[in-house]
T-cell receptor, first 113, second 112 residues
């Protein structure tokens, strides 16, 4: 079975500061890992995905995540936060590419001027 | 091209009534998923369709929930005898290639 833990339901940063959103996973098989972003009253948008091709994954809007098997982590980072990054971020895992996604509880990112 | 669309965007219904939620996937996508997003439970998988294979219904919370996918395209999620705990945002996603699930904007269901 797969599961995901996101540490911190809320993260606050100043504009221009580093963004770090934490995600730890549990999987009985090599996982596929994803980060999605949700803006208010909208659906989920894929930021990036890990599918074993490379451990450092670059996504849209300047975000990236590093797969660390030894730490069972897939933390999301962005060097410099922008006001438009304020949203809710979900980490998700699946056992294979076509199976259901199992989501974490989400982290709301707040960006202050 | 067009993304995943869902209708209605909002639905208010009385407890005990049946509701139908519709999902139009991206053209050519063979896989279709339904998820539910609620304050208490977060994002939960409900059901998954892949081509002509039998659907994975393992996430449906009760037998009041059912879904079908006609012609490998449009899907309808039906909730019978709605309860207040069914209030949530119902999200549909579709996929063609491996790993790429594209989500619709969701249907917000409120059961009064």
């Amino acid at each position: 079975a797969q599961s995901v833990t996101q540490l911190g339901s809320h993260v606050s940063v100043s504009e221009g500061a580093l963004v770090l959103l934490r995600c730890n996973y549990s999987s009985s098989v090599p996982p596929y890992l994803f980060w999605y972003v949700q803006y208010p009253n909208q659906g989920l948008q894929l930021l990036l995905k890990y599918t074993s091709a490379a451990t450092l994954v670059k996504g849209i809007n300047g975000f990236e995540a590093e797969f660390k098997k030894s730490e069972t982590s897939f933390h999301l980072t962005k060097p410099s936060a922008h006001m438009s990054d304020a949203a809710e971020y979900f980490c998700a895992v699946s056992a294979t590419g076509f199976q259901k996604l199992v989501f974490g509880t989400g982290t709301r990112l707040l960006v202050s001027p | 091209g067009a993304g995943v669309s869902q209708s209605p965007s909002n639905k208010v219904t009385e407890k005990g009534k049946d509701v139908e939620l519709r999902c139009d996937p991206i053209s050519g996508h063979t896989a279709l998923y339904w998820y539910r997003q609620s304050l208490g439970q977060g994002l939960e998988f409900l059901i998954y369709f892949q081509g002509n294979s039998a659907p994975d219904k393992s996430g449906l919370p009760s037998d009041r929930f059912s879904a079908e996918r006609t012609g490998g395209s449009v899907s309808t999620l039906t909730i019978q005898r709605t309860q207040q705990e069914d209030s949530a945002v119902y999200l549909c996603a579709s996929a063609r290639g491996i790993n790429e699930q594209y989500f619709g904007p969701g249907t917000r269901l409120t059961v009064t």
